[in-house]
C-alpha cells in the first residue's frame, strides 16, 4: 500500500488548543507524539488502509481518544482528534479511612490553582481532559500528590495523615487572635510537618504496576484501549472461563485482556498473527489457513499487587531436539493465559504446542496449536528449578492437590483432553478428571479445546 502524507494530527479539547503529549498506535506499535503551541502534531507518515489509535496516558495504560483508518483523501489534511471531559470525585480521608469534611484544598491543573472545598462525605468535584497531570495539596502549601484524569474512574481517594488534615482545617477556619507584642515574631509550631498522602488506586485496577507521578517527565504506561483496532482479534477473558472475542475476522494481531474477579483489567500483550496452512492429524493440511500466536510474545506478566500473573517458558529444544514449539491458535491462547492467570501467580515450564508451521513435532496430537504440555507442579514451586513427577519416588515433589485444581482451572476455558500418568508404561491417570496416558508420568498434557462453534455451543465464547 502506497504512504499518506497526513499533513498533521490536531488535538483539541472542545474548541481550546493545547500542548498535549499523546501516543499514537500503528502497526501495533505505540510511539509518542507531542502537539506544539497551536494543538498540532506535523509530518506524520501513514499507509493507506493502516488504522491510526490517538491516545494519552493513563495509570498503567494508555487511554483511547480516537480511531481511524488512513484513507487517501488523508493526504495533506488536518486530522481533528478530541480529549474528552471527564467529571469525578476526589475523596478525601484521614488516617482512620474517615471522609475529611468541609475542609478546603487546593487542585493545580493547566496552570491553575484552583480552591475546592470537601463536601459533608468528603468529595471534591471536577471535571478535567482525560490523561491529563493535576496536583493536590493544602491551602497555602506545596503540591502533596500527582495522579492523573482516568476515563470511566468515578472516585480518585486521597489519604492525609492528621497533621495535614490539622493544618488543612486550621487554614479553612477563619481565626481571630490578638497579638500583645506585633514586634515578636512568631513562635514556630512544633506540631510535625504534614506527610505526603497515599493515593488509593482508582478501580477497576489497571494493568501493571501504577504511578501517579511522572517518571522523567514520562508515564508508566501499557497499552489498552478502549476499542479494538479493525486489523486486530481481542480477547477479553473473564475469571470464570468466558471468553469475548471482538472482532473474529480480523487476520493481522491478537490481543489478550484478563478480567479478574475483582473487576480489575490486564493487558496481557497484542501480538501479530503468524499465517499458516491449517492441518489435521499426521500434519497434513486440510485446505484452510490457521492463524497463530507465539507464546514468546506473552510469556510473563504480573499485576501491581504482584498477586496474579506468570512467567512461562517453553525450551527450543526437547532433549537434543530442535522443536521451537511455541505456537498456539489464538482461541487456545486466551484459555491458557486464562487459567494461568486464575491460578494466582506461577511460574511454568512446558515443551510446547505446535512449531511456527502448525506441525505437531515429537507427539502426534499437537498441530494447530491446539494441544500443549506443560511440566508438573511441585510442593513449595520445586517445579521452577527442576522436573516433577508422579512416581512413588517424587512423592515430596509432586503437588497433586495444586495439579488438580491446575485442571480444574483448564476446563473451565473448554479443554476437554487431559492426559497424565503414575509410570512410565503402564498405571492409572495422576490426577482426578484426566486420562491415563503412557509417558505421561513427567508431564501434563492438555488440548481439545473444540472449534469456535462448540465453544460457543458450551456457553464458553461469545463473540461481539
Not at 507518515?45 to 493513563?58: K, R, S, Y
Request: aromatic letters at 8%.
Amino acid at each position: 500500500m502506497s504512504p499518506s502524507l497526513l499533513q498533521s494530527l490536531k488535538v483539541i479539547p472542545k474548541s481550546l488548543l493545547l500542548i498535549c503529549a499523546t501516543t499514537l498506535i500503528y502497526k501495533s506499535k505505540p510511539k509518542e507524539h507531542r502537539t506544539g503551541n497551536n494543538g498540532i502534531e506535523s509530518n506524520i507518515t501513514a499507509e493507506v488502509g493502516q488504522d491510526i489509535e490517538v491516545c494519552v496516558a493513563g495509570n498503567g495504560e494508555l487511554q483511547a481518544v480516537t480511531h481511524f483508518k488512513v484513507n487517501s483523501s488523508h493526504q495533506g489534511k488536518t486530522i481533528r482528534a478530541l480529549l474528552p471531559v471527564e467529571a469525578f470525585n476526589i475523596e478525601i480521608k484521614d488516617h482512620n479511612k474517615q471522609p475529611v469534611k468541609n475542609t478546603r484544598f487546593i487542585i493545580y491543573y493547566r496552570g491553575r490553582e484552583i480552591v475546592k472545598q470537601t463536601n459533608s462525605q468528603g468529595l471534591i468535584n471536577v471535571k478535567m481532559l482525560v490523561g491529563f497531570v493535576y496536583e493536590f495539596g493544602l491551602v497555602g502549601g506545596k503540591p502533596l500528590a500527582t495522579l492523573r484524569c482516568i476515563k470511566g474512574v468515578q472516585t480518585q481517594t486521597i489519604n492525609i495523615n492528621e497533621a495535614a488534615k490539622n493544618k488543612a482545617q486550621g487554614v479553612s477556619r477563619p481565626t481571630t487572635t490578638t497579638t500583645k507584642n506585633p514586634s515578636s515574631p512568631p513562635k514556630p509550631e512544633n506540631n510535625p510537618p504534614p506527610a505526603k498522602p497515599t493515593v488509593t488506586k482508582p478501580k477497576p485496577s489497571p494493568v501493571t504496576e501504577e504511578s501517579h507521578t511522572e517518571k522523567n517527565g514520562r508515564p508508566i504506561t501499557t497499552v489498552i484501549t478502549d476499542k479494538a483496532a479493525s486489523d486486530t482479534t481481542r480477547y477479553h477473558i473473564y475469571h470464570n472461563g468466558k471468553i469475548k472475542r471482538q472482532n473474529a475476522d480480523a487476520k493481522s494481531y491478537a490481543e489478550f485482556i484478563y478480567y479478574d474477579e475483582n473487576g480489575g483489567k490486564h493487558n496481557l500483550g497484542k501480538s501479530a498473527y503468524i499465517r499458516t496452512l491449517s492441518l489435521k492429524a499426521g500434519n497434513i493440511p486440510d485446505g484452510g489457513d490457521i492463524y497463530l500466536v507465539d507464546e514468546r510474545k506473552h510469556d510473563s506478566y504480573i499485576s501491581s499487587d504482584k498477586k496474579l500473573g506468570y512467567k512461562w517458558h517453553i525450551p527450543a529444544y526437547i532433549g537434543e531436539n530442535l522443536r521451537e514449539r511455541y505456537y498456539l491458535n489464538g482461541l487456545t491462547m486466551a484459555g491458557t493465559l486464562g487459567a494461568l492467570m486464575k491460578m494466582g501467580y506461577q511460574e511454568y515450564e512446558g515443551t510446547g504446542w505446535s512449531n511456527r508451521k502448525a506441525e505437531s513435532k515429537g507427539s502426534s496430537s499437537h498441530f494447530n496449536g491446539r494441544a500443549g504440555d506443560f511440566r508438573y507442579l511441585g510442593i513449595n514451586n520445586v517445579h521452577r528449578n527442576g522436573p516433577v513427577y508422579t512416581t512413588p519416588d517424587h512423592v515430596k515433589r509432586f503437588d497433586k492437590a495444586e495439579n488438580e485444581r491446575w485442571v480444574k482451572v483448564f476446563k473451565t476455558y473448554g479443554f476437554q483432553t487431559f492426559y497424565t500418568g503414575t509410570s512410565a508404561k503402564s498405571g492409572v491417570p495422576a490426577l482426578k478428571g484426566t486420562t491415563f496416558w503412557k509417558n505421561h508420568h513427567d508431564h501434563l498434557h492438555l488440548g481439545n479445546q473444540g472449534s469456535a462453534d462448540s465453544l460457543k455451543s458450551r456457553g464458553i465464547l461469545e463473540d461481539i
